[in-house]
């Protein structure tokens, strides 16, 4: 289609003169001339991330608005290098792109400790990869990147970190099989992290190349700053690097010799959009593009994990949260319009805000379809090794709603895109909850023996004045009233108990469950009201 409509004209090298032009255009406007700096990735840095799905029918819509504010960052060159004259003369050769072709090996070991760590987003649990640009099959003369993350929860006070370090091609077999390289005797962090690594990946978790990652990066980020850093990922897939035949280097898979087969390959239908600020707050411009609906939210997504989860299905015990059963009791990746689905099938309100679809702008409801149709293609390739994946089935209650109210397939699946995530804080919101109920269960309790006991609520009376029970008709009331209410106080305290427990399985097990209880506070409001009309009435015969 592009070569019938544009002559063979590709997009690529109108978007980066584009991205020149309003990069030249806000350097004039803020009196501050572009230079020549050269960008290059920090080696240890803090970031607030967060990722996004983005439908292939919209990514060129996504770039032209990104350069109006963000420059695309071709690596190794400043954005003050090319002169007007260059620039055209690539316009018209059509030899300049405007995203770099990015491989990352990631490992793990035979028990997926990594994968079930990351899955589980424990504090301090760490990823490794080894990447590099440009090229699909590495070669001797290149120079590799050895990343690792390491996860931190916000509750601690201690931020998620990247750490980056570089080697040369040639010394990574030597560096996997805990050998000294010469990059670990560089100065400084890098070669502490470069050992600390080995020993703690290669040497105590026994840890060797796991999946692979293959997609087409474009970046948007000023050339000088690393404030505000904007990723686009398209042509995502996943290989399976475990258990194949390696290549000439001996320690990953030789993509181009032996092409991958199809078993062993994981095509994401979609681009992956991520953005990343220093500060808390993104810019009001992000928000801005947030808004244009074209963009699906997917907090924490993995490519990792993503390829993980599918390529080794029968070894994985818990899958990622965008994963959501199927009709053939399995768990699939979701679509793009569940992710977008906002609706709840508890709540008719907000059924009626449910998400548009993602695509609207410029996409027609065919695409939508295809999109669905790549998802379930990419994910037979998996499919056998999907199949033992478990499926948590809701709770009978829940099945019964959903089948009385007529709740279509689609929004069972998107009802179980629950994102919940176990922090302590969790735990104690449901001990104070329980805390609650049990004073408020004290209390009735004390209140129903001194009613018991005879004696008045109000007071003010003497001892010479009280009669006894069998000759005062309001004792006889007093006592019938705490023989009513002093129950209620053990049915409140096994009602809390019983809710303590139940919550803390379920946020131990991460069910796609309602927490709240919408029968439990209705019977015993009931419950109590009758007593109140019980003591009531008989209070009303004994005194008329």
């Not at 350069?67 to 018209?92: E, N, V, W």
């Not at 209140?447 to 609520?457: E, F, H, I």
Request: net charge positive; with cysteine.
């Amino acid at each position: 289609m592009e070569n019938y409509l544009m002559g063979g004209i590709a997009y690529d090298p109108i978007l980066v003169n584009l991205s020149d032009a309003y990069s030249q255009l806000k350097a004039l406007r803020e009196k501050a001339l572009a230079d020549g700096t050269v960008w290059n990735a920090p080696e240890v840095f803090e970031r607030k991330t967060v990722k996004y799905w983005v439908h292939p029918a919209n990514v060129l819509r996504v770039k032209c608005m990104l350069i109006k504010h963000l420059p695309i960052l071709i690596y190794g060159a400043g954005k003050g290098q090319a002169d007007a004259k260059s620039r055209l003369s690539s316009l018209k050769e059509q030899t300049q792109k405007d995203g770099t072709l990015i491989s990352s090996v990631y490992f793990d070991n035979d028990e997926l400790q990594t994968y079930h760590d990351r899955i589980r987003r424990e504090h301090g649990s760490s990823l490794t990869r080894i990447r590099w640009y440009n090229k699909r099959v590495l070669t001797d003369d290149m120079e590799t990147f050895i990343e690792r993350k390491i996860h931190g929860d916000s509750w601690t006070g201690i931020k998620s970190v990247k750490e980056r370090s570089p080697m040369p091609a040639t010394q990574v077999p030597r560096f996997i099989n805990g050998e000294h390289v010469e990059a670990m005797d560089a100065e400084g962090s890098k070669g502490e992290r470069l050992l600390d690594i080995q020993t703690k990946v290669f040497h105590e978790r026994r840890e060797e190349p796991n999946v692979r990652t293959e997609y087409v990066r474009v970046a948007f980020q000023e050339s000088s700053s690393n404030e505000v850093r904007i990723s686009l990922d398209s042509h995502v897939r996943m290989i399976r690097e475990k258990g194949v035949p390696r290549g000439p280097t001996g320690w990953h898979r030789d993509v181009v010799k032996s092409e991958p087969q199809p078993k062993d390959v994981v095509n994401f239908p979609y681009s992956i959009l991520e953005t990343k600020v220093a500060s808390e707050e993104p810019p009001e411009w992000v928000q801005e593009i947030l808004n244009t609906g074209m963009l699906v939210e997917v907090p924490k997504f993995s490519k990792f994990l993503h390829g993980t989860a599918l390529l080794f299905g029968d070894s994985v015990s818990h899958s990622p949260f965008w994963f959501v059963p199927d009709d053939h009791d399995r768990y699939t990746p979701a679509t793009i319009a569940e992710m977008a689905d906002q609706s709840d099938v508890y709540d008719k309100k907000a059924g009626q805000r449910g998400a548009q679809a993602p695509h609207q702008a410029g996409t027609t409801s065919n695409r939508v379809e295809l999109s669905e149709i790549i998802v379930a293609q990419s994910s037979q390739t998996a499919a056998g090794a999907r199949e033992v994946i478990p499926v948590a089935e809701p709770d009978t209650a829940t099945k019964k709603k959903m089948k009385s109210k007529g709740v279509d397939k689609k929004s069972v699946r998107t009802a179980a895109l629950v994102r919940t995530r176990i922090e302590p804080k969790t735990f104690f919101a449901n001990e104070r909850t329980f805390l609650a109920w049990l004073t408020i269960s004290v209390l009735v309790m004390f209140m129903g023996l001194t009613l018991l006991d005879g004696a008045s609520l109000v007071g003010g009376a003497t001892a010479e004045s009280v009669k006894p029970c069998e000759e005062d008709n309001s004792c006889r009331v007093r006592e019938i009233s705490g023989v009513l209410i002093s129950p209620m106080a053990l049915v409140l305290m096994a009602y809390s108990l019983y809710q303590y427990r139940r919550r803390n399985i379920q946020i131990l097990r991460r069910e796609t469950v309602r927490f709240d209880d919408q029968r439990g506070p209705v019977l015993i409001t009931g419950l109590l009201l009758a007593i109140l009309i019980t003591a009531f009435v008989i209070s009303a015969r004994a005194k008329f």
